[in-house]
């Protein structure tokens, strides 16, 4: 048995003025009271009756005796108890801290024996309060008036502050100073007792001194890991870096003084197909799994550094990835002997696992045994580590359709055959995803993987195939383009003949006349082919286009109506305008025209009614370069989008819906050149045309038109257009006031017309003949300057044709200016003007007239060009 040692003696408190002595005023104040009773009786007795004298006695009596046999029961009270606890008061007596209590004076209440101890106050009357002791001190000034305004504010507080010097001045600190915690919190004892203040104070200089042990060893293992041989990262759930040593930054040439964790990802430092990898080791839900990888990391400056991982990954109880720890070792130096066969080894794994190509080895049935980096990352999703542990075969990662012919290459490689046919499939689960496999036969089988019957190669085709199919359509549309260019170049002469013709037998006729209605009807009907041989030049991008300088928002407003009244009742049209639109430069004609066929189409969509919402929207480079399209030049845009609600575009349509002449509607409802016409306007104003479209949902049309800025010379040539239009309409009515209206005859005026279609030709000189002119004629460019030559260049105008055999009409315009450069040239084609212009000098003048032309626009164009 242990024995029992005596308890110490309690220490009692320094100061306790929490004792108020209502008892002795009570007492005192009875006996005042019974002594003036006395006196009362004895200056009185005299003038006072005996019976009155004996009824207040016997009322003193009776109150005398009630008091007594109360205070014997305990109803009264004479020395009231005391109402503190005991084991309270000894708790505060003796707790370790040192408490002190004071008023809103800062006068003290209670201060316990540790406070005594902790500011060196032996007796009451040295018992200071906590502002007194602290604030004339530096070190502790502030924290106590920090402390007093918050419990002055009804607020508690802690403050911990250091001092040179201890508080009890019998303590020697050594000269290493001391820590105290201040604390603080206001009481209200009871009403009328005012608010009170309670403070403890504790010297906490050995909790400090343990806590800078703790982390002084902290700092030093932080140190011996910063500074291992070996490099160390840990990354988080989403595989942000949380922590790396100082071996690693130094390697990788990361700054460690601004690294903060979250700020790098792992995939930031695996170069190549090295992630697929690390991703590829996982952890079983509540386990971990260890991997050792051999790959390359990024440093700062782009350098790869070989190393080996020892990469260790847990898992969540619900199997989703966990934290990982990683040690990496790098491969950088040399080493000899045994050293270097495993240095051997490893750069042949690094090799294996950086390589642009997929590998993988399989056994006979085609089980996968070995694979690399970016075989994993080719076929994420499909094969794990794992998978290839439990005998994953090969051929569940193809079409089935291709599954035969791969296992009839197995079977070659299983003979030893030397040249063995590649294999172009696709994923088993996206089929746009295209690869190409190559089957190699393994003639000498290692020591680690006897069954090793074959090495599959593959690489990813998908890109190749898609510029494939974008060069097949491509030179699918040049073709068709280049076909309907010609064939819109031929049927405009006829055109034009018979326009010409038409005119010519009007002038002879009275609309009276029976044939009248019919010339008509036949020049009307000519006029619909003109249009669809428009389209067929707009599609081959040949077409004539007067671009001037557009805001989207004025173009799009001005239209809303029409296409309002084109859409109809039942279908209703949105508009979202972008703020401060950029300008663009195409055709104001050609491009309204491109809306109006996007919109009747979409009407068309949409037989039940919806809604057609066209957006428009700046787009600036750095967009149009993430968005990636095929064949797109990267700069600035401006976007207009034509959604609409509608039944939408199968994926087998889309891939012809620009084609001419294909079209889904009803026979007799659509030539199918209307969106041909819309792709030839984009591209021949510089834009792009993107649809997208969902069966069921909806098709958005979207095109990007470059933006324009113009230059200080095309502002200047603006500008003096403008001027010049505006002075030649000027000039134009003032002759037309002084003359009357305009007159389109020839007078004595000389045409030579030159041109190789003989309909075209002989139609057109009847027609300025019977306006007057006298016209001579030539069928090639060579025979028009023999013309010239005879006439001794007396002629006023040469109208040509653009394309003739010997030679053209830029040649002739060019050879003719070398002899008679002032002489007045009119350009006929049903190309576009661009289309030939480009092969002129800059400094050409011509005039241009598209065909086909009727007589009076003919008459026109050669009036205007002599009057300039």
Same mark, same amino acid.
């Given at each position: ?9 309690? +220490? ?153 010097? +201890? ?215 499909? #094969? ?356 009357? +209206? ?32 006298? #016209? ?93």
């Amino acid at each position: 048995m242990t024995e029992k040692t005596p308890a110490a003696s309690t +220490p009692a408190a320094l100061v306790d003025r929490s004792a108020k002595p209502r008892s002795v005023s009570r007492l005192v104040f009875l006996a005042v009271v019974m002594i003036g009773a006395s006196i009362v009786f004895f200056l009185f007795k005299d003038r006072l009756n005996n019976d009155v004298m004996l009824g207040i006695l016997g009322v003193m009596a009776v109150v005398g005796i009630f008091f007594l046999v109360s205070t014997v029961i305990g109803f009264v009270t004479v020395m009231p108890k005391a109402t503190a606890d005991p084991l309270a008061r000894a708790f505060i007596d003796t707790h370790p801290e040192g408490t002190l209590v004071t008023d809103e004076k800062d006068r003290v209440i209670y201060a316990n024996h540790a406070y005594g101890v902790l500011t060196g106050s032996t007796s009451a009357s040295d018992v200071q309060s906590i502002e007194a002791i602290l604030s004339r001190h530096r070190e502790s000034a502030e924290a106590v008036y920090r402390l007093t305004n918050a419990m002055r504010n009804g607020h508690e507080g802690q403050e911990e502050f250091r001092m040179t010097q +201890p508080l009890g001045a019998a303590r020697d600190s050594g000269g290493a100073g001391h820590w105290y915690r201040l604390r603080g919190r206001p009481i209200a004892p009871g009403e009328g007792d005012g608010k009170l203040m309670a403070w403890q104070l504790s010297d906490i200089s050995h909790e400090r001194t343990e806590q800078e042990l703790v982390f002084k060893e902290l700092q030093n293992a932080i140190n011996y890991l910063d500074h291992a041989p070996v490099g160390f990262f840990s990354a988080g759930r989403g595989g942000e870096i949380v922590y790396l040593n100082a071996t690693l930054a130094d390697w990788l040439g990361i700054d460690l003084t601004a690294f903060s964790p979250g700020k790098i990802m792992l995939r930031d430092l695996v170069a190549g197909a090295g992630m697929a990898l690390v991703e590829s080791v996982q952890a079983e839900p509540g386990l971990n799994r260890t991997a050792q990888l051999d790959l390359d990391l990024l440093k700062s400056n782009g350098q790869s550094l070989p190393v080996r991982l020892v990469h260790r990954v847990t898992a969540t109880r619900d199997g989703s990835p966990g934290e990982s720890r990683t040690i990496v070792i790098s491969r950088e130096e040399g080493g000899t002997g045994a050293h270097d066969a495993a240095s051997a080894e490893m750069r042949f794994t690094r090799f294996f696992n950086n390589t642009p190509m997929a590998i993988a080895s399989v056994d006979a049935r085609g089980k996968i045994l070995r694979t690399n980096g970016p075989f994993l990352q080719m076929f994420h999703g499909l #094969v794990t580590r794992d998978d290839m542990e439990r005998g994953t075969l090969l051929e569940t990662m193809l079409r089935e359709d291709d599954r035969k012919a791969f296992q009839e290459a197995l079977n070659e490689a299983a003979d030893k055959q030397g040249t063995i046919a590649p294999i172009d499939s696709r994923r088993a689960d996206n089929d746009e995803r295209h690869f190409r496999f190559y089957v190699n036969a393994v003639i000498e089988h290692s020591e680690e993987t006897p069954e090793e019957a074959a090495i599959i190669y593959a690489v990813e085709t998908t890109e190749q195939k898609a510029l494939e199919a974008q060069m097949a359509q491509t030179q699918k549309m040049n073709a068709v383009g280049t076909l309907a260019g010609g064939i819109a170049h031929d049927f405009n002469n006829v055109l034009t003949a018979i326009l010409l013709s038409a005119d010519h037998l009007l002038m002879s006729l009275r609309p009276s006349d029976s044939s009248f209605a019919d010339l008509i009807e036949i020049k009307r009907n000519a006029n619909r082919a003109a249009v669809l041989v428009r389209q067929l030049l707009a599609f081959s991008r040949k077409q004539t286009m007067r671009p001037t300088v557009l805001s989207m928002t004025d173009v799009i407003g001005d239209l809303r109506m029409l296409v309002d009244r084109l859409t109809g009742s039942n279908v209703k049209l949105e508009l979202e305008f972008g703020r401060d639109l950029w300008p663009v430069k195409t055709d104001l004609g050609q491009f309204e025209q491109v809306l109006i066929n996007l919109a009747v189409n979409a009407r068309d969509a949409m037989p039940e009614g919806g809604a057609i919402t066209i957006r428009t929207r700046n787009v600036e480079a750095q967009e149009i370069a993430r968005l990636n399209h095929r064949g797109m030049d990267v700069g600035d845009y401006v976007l207009i989008e034509i959604a609409d609600e509608g039944t939408g575009i199968p994926p087998e349509v889309m891939e012809k819906i620009f084609e001419p002449f294909f079209t889904t509607k009803d026979v007799g409802k659509g030539t199918g050149l209307g969106l041909s016409m819309v792709y030839g306007i984009i591209k021949q104003s510089g834009g792009y045309i993107y649809p997208e479209s969902e069966v069921g949902k909806g098709t958005i049309f979207r095109i990007y038109l470059p933006r324009h800025v113009e230059d200080e010379a095309e502002k200047a040539q603006a500008a003096a257009e403008a001027a010049a239009a505006l002075e030649a309409g000027a000039a134009r009515q003032a002759k037309i006031a002084a003359d009357g +209206p305009e007159d389109l005859t020839g007078g004595s005026a000389v045409v030579l017309l030159v041109e190789d279609e003989e309909a075209v030709r002989r139609g057109g000189k009847r027609m300025l003949e019977a306006r007057g002119y006298e #016209v001579h004629e030539a069928g090639t460019g060579v025979e028009a300057l023999e013309v010239l030559k005879e006439l001794d260049g007396r002629v006023d105008i040469v109208v040509s044709d653009v394309v003739m055999p010997e030679m053209d009409g830029p040649t002739l315009l060019t050879e003719l200016r070398k002899d008679y450069p002032d002489m007045k040239f009119i350009f006929v084609s049903g190309y576009a003007e661009d289309a030939f212009a480009r092969n002129l000098p800059a400094d050409a003048k011509f005039g241009f007239l598209a065909k086909p032309f009727s007589l009076k626009q003919l008459a026109t164009a050669v009036r205007e060009m002599l009057d300039e």
